[in-house]
């Protein structure tokens, strides 16, 4: 079983590796780490299984996105935040896998990777985080809102870069969002945090 967990995690990991190196925005971004360490943890008890659900169901061509559900049940979902600051829906309809970070299914301090999904509709309201940031669409789209500039359309295939503590809001397309992430900078490991 454990062996067959860690082939699903590596898998996951080498298609990662590969769009990072297909996409000159992400590689410019931040190089692919060199210090992964290949440790898969046990996946936790407490997993947001509606969330995952909404993974599994999701409609996607992407191969990372493919690779993200067949193994869903065996990888390590988080929500950055708890019912009461978002709500129940945005709970039921959003969460990411750390691929690889401080805290990650793989351990990197260099750089972190995440795999993260939001629903249709869903509006992810103004945060901040210390880590400069990348998005790059893999499914749907998103608008994201800065503090001081029009809102702006992303698709499939397009990046979007914010600075460290720069604001920035999200309204999910009727498409849902399904993202990979990088975060750089000394201070990664910090939490994003609501500003409002
Ligand atoms: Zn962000």
């Not at 249709?120 to 503090?147: D, K, N, R, W």
């Not at 914010?162 to 009727?174: K, L, Q, T």
Request: glycine share 8%; net charge negative; hydrophobic share 40%.
């Amino acid at each position: 079983m454990l062996k067959a967990k860690n082939q699903a995690w590596e898998h996951i990991l080498e298609i990662a590796r590969r769009v990072h190196s297909e996409t000159p925005a992400l590689s410019t971004f931040a190089p692919w780490p060199t210090d992964i360490t290949i440790a898969p943890q046990a996946v936790p008890q407490e997993q947001p299984e509606t969330a995952i659900n909404a993974v599994k169901a999701y409609g996607a061509s992407h191969p990372l996105i493919k690779a993200v559900q067949d193994h869903a049940d065996d990888l390590v979902w988080k929500q950055s935040y708890r019912d009461d600051d978002l709500g129940r829906d945005f709970m039921d309809h959003y969460g990411y896998i750390e691929l690889f970070g401080p805290d990650g299914m793989f351990i990197s301090h260099q750089c972190r990777g995440f795999i993260g999904y939001w629903g249709a509709g869903l509006i992810y309201p103004m945060h901040q985080h210390a880590a400069e940031e990348i998005y790059l669409v893999l499914e749907g789209s998103v608008t994201f809102e800065g503090q001081d500039q029009a809102p702006m359309l992303y698709r499939k295939g397009q990046t979007r870069r914010h600075s460290a503590y720069e604001p920035h809001a999200m309204r999910i397309g009727e498409k849902g969002f399904m993202t990979f992430a990088l975060w750089r900078g000394k201070d990664m490991a910090q939490p994003p945090r609501l500003m409002v």
